[in-house]
């Protein structure tokens, strides 16, 4: 049993360039979120899907593009990286009317 | 959601219980006390949640007053791999906000 499964765990990025951080979860959870953590801060909630085929923004959206592929993958886009970007980013999946919800180990994210 | 008061860091000797206070003074109704926790860098690990009772799970207690404006998450005996940071959020559920939590460390 995987939990969540966040790709890729490090990555470096020049200014300017694009990617796609993957998460993908096993237990059929219907809502999922992506996160981004700065040093020495808390979670903040980037984007949201609460079911397959929606996505809400979240507090710091700007920067950031989604896609709920299915039930399973929810991706997170960088159009064009900037060093602001540069963070922590994490995955978390919950059941519908669940209280625990389930975090991947994270991405680590560069811009140079 | 209703915001989240927690104190930055907090000490605990090993072996003892560890009280981490949360105010919540503008919780509504509806919206249940979680708290995560967070060791190193890993992502964030649920460790109980309660709505207007006392709640008590293999991993800790939660405390909520009877007004709801405050909890304390109770770890009964604290060991080194409690070393963590602690995040309270009133939410129902939708959401998830975190603020910047209280780091715990057990002193051995």
């Known amino acids: 049993n995987a939990g969540v499964t966040q790709t890729p765990k490090f990555q470096v990025l020049k200014t300017g360039q694009s990617m796609t951080l993957q998460c993908a979860q096993d237990m059929n959870h219907n809502s999922m979120y992506w996160y981004r953590q700065d040093p020495g801060m808390g979670l903040r909630l980037i984007y949201y899907s609460a079911s397959e085929g929606t996505t809400d923004k979240g507090e710091v959206p700007n920067g950031y593009n989604v896609s709920r592929l299915n039930k399973r993958e929810f991706s997170l886009r960088l159009e064009s990286a900037a060093p602001s970007q540069t963070s922590v980013y994490f995955c978390a999946s919950i059941y519908t009317g669940g209280h625990d919800a389930f975090f991947g180990q994270g991405t680590r994210l560069t811009v140079v | ?108």
């Open chain 2, 1 to 108: 959601d209703a915001k989240t008061t927690q104190p930055p860091s907090m000490d605990c000797a090993e072996g003892r219980a560890a009280n981490l206070p949360c105010n919540h003074s503008t919780i509504s109704g509806n919206e249940y006390v979680y708290w995560y926790r967070q060791i190193h860098s890993q992502g964030p690990q649920y460790i109980i949640h309660g709505l207007k009772n006392n709640e008590t799970n293999e991993m800790a207690s939660l405390i909520i007053t009877e007004d709801r404006k405050s909890s304390t998450l109770i770890l009964p005996h604290a060991t080194l791999r409690d070393t963590a940071v602690y995040y309270c959020i009133a939410t129902t559920g939708n959401q998830f906000y975190f603020g910047t939590g209280t780091s715990l460390t057990v002193i051995p």
